[in-house]
């Protein structure tokens, strides 16, 4: 059954490349279609049924094969995109730790890139597939950290307070398929102390965390297994419900699921009871980002809203500093701002 006819072969690839730019549940630069697209003409179903039909086949099913990214594009680490965002991000939130899942580049490119997000410090764990990999980079001036263990599903490091206070934290890429995802858990009885944990799990906890599609209650059980085990406490985020958008399933519609979570054991809690986890939007990306401040404190470096104490009003100049702003012959927004910007500081 397989073609003969090196046109019609051509005619068969170009084909199917039109069906995979036309395909509604993913958008693929090219790049990453031309990898995702190679390997399937070596494929044993190509080889069974052709190219015509095998590789077309293949090519119409790559949202069943590959994890769904809706209508959103791919990008790596070291794409423009990327780095634009990231910029945009530290500069807002002020990380002292990033997180990178599925960086989609490691060794020498993957410095390159966070030379110019400004970290100093970093470990990238190699990246095999497009599903795969994570990376994590610090500012070692401000923070103490020591990568202690790597693997392909996480990296787990110890991060001193102080001369007196340590606590463990583990940044996580869960594997989707459920055989390969429990060999991740297997070192965490050895683990002492106060220990902190977040990423993305792949799975949801509660049947509540997902609209959409249909329920696998195994993996739900598998997931509660697992944080029992490690004796975690979930922490409660501010934010959206969801973190993660997939495809378009048709009848279901969009699948809407938390997959992105922060865990904690009791100790940790104990030593950081002000600290806050926040969703923020979703930004080049199926996933949700997750910020968390250990103070409680988040801040910004937009302009915060004017907010007038009341406790200025007993201070003994404050009639007569008011009454020197106001009587300037000027417009009466630039009189407000002459008021306003000196009680800021």
């Known amino acids: ?147 202690e263990t790597t693997h392909s599903q996480f990296i787990h490091c110890k991060i001193q307070e102080g001369l007196t206070h340590s606590w463990s934290f583990t940044a996580i890429y869960e594997n989707p398929r459920l055989d390969i995802r429990d060999d991740c858990w297997n070192t965490s009885q050895s683990i002492l102390g106060p220990w902190y944990v977040a990423g993305d799990f792949n799975e949801i906890a509660m049947s509540n965390e997902k609209m959409g599609g249909t329920s696998c209650k195994l993996a739900i059980a598998n997931l509660e297994t697992r944080f029992k085990i490690a004796s975690f406490k979930i922490l409660g985020a501010k934010g959206p419900k969801y973190t993660w958008k997939g495809s378009n399933q048709g009848f279901y519609g969009h699948v809407f699921k938390r997959l992105d979570r922060a865990l904690a054991n009791s100790d940790w809690v104990s030593q950081f009871p002000q600290a806050v986890v926040k969703v923020l939007p979703r930004i080049k990306s199926d996933h949700n980002l997750l910020l968390v401040d250990t103070t409680g404190l988040i801040n910004y470096s937009g302009q915060k809203p004017f907010r007038f104490e009341a406790i200025r009003i007993t201070h003994k100049d404050i009639s007569i500093f008011i009454n020197a702003q106001w009587d300037h012959p000027l417009h009466i927004t630039e009189k407000l701002n002459k008021i306003v910007d000196p009680l800021k500081r």
Not at 63 to 89: D, E, N
């Open 1 to 147: 059954m397989e073609d003969s006819d090196s046109d019609s072969e051509d005619d068969s690839e170009d084909k199917s490349g039109r069906d995979l730019a036309e395909c509604p549940t993913i958008r693929l630069i090219k790049e990453e279609e031309k990898r995702l697209r190679d390997p399937l003409k070596h494929s044993l179903i190509v080889k069974l049924l052709g190219k015509r039909i095998g590789y077309g086949f293949l090519c119409k099913k790559l949202y069943q094969i590959w994890k769904p990214k809706g209508v959103l594009k791919l990008i790596h680490l070291a794409s423009t995109s990327f780095i634009r965002v990231a910029k945009m991000l530290i500069r807002t939130h002020r990380h002292d730790i990033l997180v990178i899942l599925e960086p989609r580049i490691s060794g020498d490119k993957a410095v390159h890139v966070i030379l110019k997000l400004g970290f100093d410090m970093h470990q990238i764990d190699d990246v095999v597939g497009f599903s795969s990999g994570i990376g994590i980079l610090w500012d070692n001036v401000k923070v103490k950290l020591q990568v």
